[in-house]
Every structure is written in C-alpha cells, then in structure tokens.
C-alpha cells in the first residue's frame, strides 16, 4: 500500500526549469502492510536521447509615425524556445552575461604577503599581555587578511545557438505580450539640434511612459538623438553591436526601428538557424576528413 504526497516548490521567477517543478514522493509502507510484489527488473534500458525543440514565433507589430499615428503593420517573425524549457534558457544566458561582465581583479594580502612583521613585538613572557609573535597578524590593525579574495576568472561558456536562442526568445515574448512597437525613422526631426523636450513628447505620442524603463534598438544612432535622449534615465538606445540580454528583460517596452526589425528577423529567424546546421554539418566533414 503506497501514499503519494506532492510537494510543490515555492514560486520563484524560474519555475519552469525542471529543478523548480513539483516532484512526488512515495513513502514506504509500514511493517503491518503487506510488501509490494517483486517484479523482475529489465536487463537492459533502452537509451533515451533528449531533444530540444525550437519553433518560430510571429508577432504583427504596429508602425507608427514620429506623430502617433498608425501608419501599417510590421511582422517580426523569430525563434523562441517552447514553454516548458524557456525560462531555463534565459537563465542560464543572464546568467553567463552578468557573470562574463565581472573582472576578478579583488585582491587582499595575507599575512605573509603584508610588508613587516619580522620583529616579535615584545618578549613572550612577564608582560601580562597575550603572546604576539607578529605586527602583521590578521587579529591587529594593518595585518593580513584571512580568507580574502583573490584575483579569479568568473567567465563561463554557453553554447552560441543557446545565447543566440535566448535573446530571440525574449524578443519574442514581449512581442507577443504588447510590449513592443515599430517607429518609423525619426533622425530627420532633429536634424536642427537636440531637444530633449520634443524627444519625450514623441515617447508620450508613442504611447510611452517616460517614467517606466524603455529601450530603442536603432541600427545607427544619430549625435542629434543620442544628444537629446542621454538625458532620461528610464531609457536605454542601443544598436545590435551593444544589444544585451539584461536591457531587454529589464525594459518594460521595446521600440524597434524599421532597420532594427529587419536586423532581428535577418539575425534571429527561421532561415538563420538551417544556414548554422549546414554550416557545423560541413565543418563536422572537414574535421572527420
């Protein structure tokens, strides 16, 4: 006689990674239950290979105009990772940013590495004062340090398709969730000189909050516009060389460009990831050969 108890884990942002799913548990009988019959076991178990699926997603996002108004429709059409498997992979690629961004350089000095301390400070005994054999030890002021950090390497690898698959998962999702539109090219409007005022009308005529977190993905950024949005703290202007996974999961819109959404669908779709398999497929040949 068996009892199924499920415990389910608390909620955290990555439930979906398999570690954070509910598990079940199965307690033994007691002595006074009779045991369970013996089933032969298996000789051999058939080996199961794990695949990760990854399907498209298309999203129609409007186009507006520098005025607010709804000009057309633009579709951007990306990879994204299913649900089951996609939080995981985001994950792990914040991950390994934010853990490739640190520099290692903190560095202390024990105690064999603090300049002096060769002298013992007064003698061992007749002074009623505990014994001392060292200014430098770490128990005084300007001593070394016990168990301080040390120069290290922090960077970890993930796999290109993974990285490449996260940033278009997120892309993806906040399409899907209205999160994102499509401006028309807007450099020509201040071609007279920034103006930082016109630049937060255009966000509200957009349907923006400047007090909540946004970020541009505009393939070149202009001296006029990078001069008049510098100065809003909420928002991010990147390109695809300073694109990053941290940004676009911490802004609460996207706003993408023409050109932008061109780039995304050319770096981040469908047709990229068989030009990848065909590429390891030759380079596999050629190392075989």
């Not at 298309?58 to 186009?63: D, G, I, K, N």
């Not at 070394?144 to 996260?166: C, H, M, T």
């Not at 703290?233 to 990147?238: E, H, N």
């Amino acid at each position: 006689m068996t009892f199924a108890v499920t415990s389910t884990s608390p909620s955290l942002s990555l439930s979906a990674c398999s570690i954070f799913l509910p598990t079940t548990r199965t307690l033994r009988p007691s002595s006074s239950c009779s045991p369970p019959p013996r089933t032969a076991a298996p000789l051999s178990s058939p080996k199961i290979k794990t695949i990760t699926l990854v399907r498209a997603s298309a999203s129609s996002l409007p186009v507006l105009s520098f005025s607010g108004d709804k000009v057309g429709e633009a579709l951007l059409d990306l990879k994204s990772a299913p649900p089951d498997t996609s939080r995981a992979v985001i994950h792990r690629a914040i991950v390994a940013e934010q853990q490739n961004q640190r520099r290692g350089t903190a560095s202390t000095l024990t105690r064999g590495e603090v300049r002096g301390g060769g002298k013992k400070p007064y003698p061992q005994k007749k002074t009623g004062s505990a014994r001392r054999g060292s200014q430098r030890t770490p128990l005084r002021p300007g001593g070394g340090v016990v168990f301080g950090p040390k120069p290290k390497d922090w960077s970890i690898k993930i796999n290109r398709k993974e990285r490449r698959l996260a940033f278009s998962t997120a892309i993806a999702s906040a399409a899907a969730s209205s999160d994102a539109i499509v401006v028309e090219d807007f450099a020509d409007e201040f071609d007279a000189g920034p103006k930082t005022r016109e630049f937060i009308a255009a966000l509200r005529r957009w349907g923006l909050d400047p007090k909540e977190k946004s970020m541009f993905l505009m393939t070149e950024v202009p001296e006029n516009v990078k001069l008049s949005c510098r100065n809003i703290g909420t928002l991010k202007v990147l390109t695809p060389r300073t694109l990053n996974l941290f940004d676009i999961l911490d802004a609460a819109k996207l706003v993408l460009t023409k050109s932008s959404l061109h780039y995304l669908n050319s770096m981040y779709g469908e047709s990229v990831e068989e030009a990848d398999d065909v590429e390891d497929g030759e380079e596999a040949e050629e190392e075989g050969r």
